[in-house]
């Protein structure tokens, strides 16, 4: 997984709220399993409207945002961690909301997305920043955002999620990397208590043959 430190980008504005996560991934393109490519079916009715409306991400000084500006309960209904996918492979690196649905929140650690709860004043500061087309920064590292005009607006997120972006780890990296020594502690106990299970291959090629002998 990617790690996630610092990242400027134009924020793309997307003033709305309950933004669920079929609006983000529609439901018949879920049995599509590869995550490399699905960030073209990334808020799929929004970007191919039938009356021609172009969507905020296709639009210039947003196309190529890696930074997306939302309203409250992003992410909320299915738990289809497809929805972080996409936005992942479209190439947001990061979402700053009001809310987030709960698993929606919790799916974009784990693929290298950062979800940024902002409200009141900061919120709107942002958004107008993000709707003015100008660059702003999201300094992992320091939680703060960063405005154009020097503004800094902290943030707050857990620790070992903070962690977890910074050093790149997704839930499996994480576990190995916070329980190691137990990991490894655990693995000679077994190795000791059945080292049958852990022949070599020479050890098992001897009694291959030995049985073949005998047999």
């Not at 983000?24 to 699905?38: S, T």
């Not at 939680?143 to 780890?169: M, T």
């Not at 916070?178 to 299970?197: S, T």
Request: proline share 5%; glycine share 8%; hydrophobic share 45%.
């Amino acid at each position: 997984m990617e790690s996630f430190t610092r990242l400027t980008s134009a924020a793309a504005p997307l003033p709305e709220a309950d933004i669920d996560t079929d609006i983000i991934f529609p439901a018949r393109f879920l049995l599509l399993l590869d995550r490399k490519g699905l960030g073209k079916h990334a808020f799929h009715e929004r970007r191919h409207r039938k009356d021609g409306v172009p969507f905020v991400l296709d639009i210039p000084p947003w196309t190529g945002a890696r930074i997306l500006v939302t309203q409250a309960n992003f992410g909320t209904g299915s738990s289809r961690e497809h929805a972080v996918w996409a936005l992942a492979d479209f190439g947001i690196r990061c979402v700053i909301a009001e809310s987030f649905g709960e698993i929606f929140y919790a799916n974009c650690f784990k693929n290298g997305t950062l979800p940024v709860v902002a409200r009141g004043e900061e919120h709107a500061a942002i958004m107008s920043e993000a709707q003015a087309g100008r660059e702003i920064t999201v300094d992992l590292p320091t939680q703060s955002v960063v405005l154009a005009s020097g503004r800094s607006i902290g943030f707050d997120i857990e620790p070992h999620r903070k962690r977890s972006l910074l050093l790149g780890l997704d839930e499996i990296g994480s576990i190995l990397a916070d329980d190691e020594p137990e990991i490894a502690a655990f693995e000679n106990r077994h190795r000791g208590a059945r080292p049958w299970l852990f022949l070599s291959k020479g050890q098992l090629a001897y009694f291959a043959d030995t049985i073949e002998e005998l047999g």
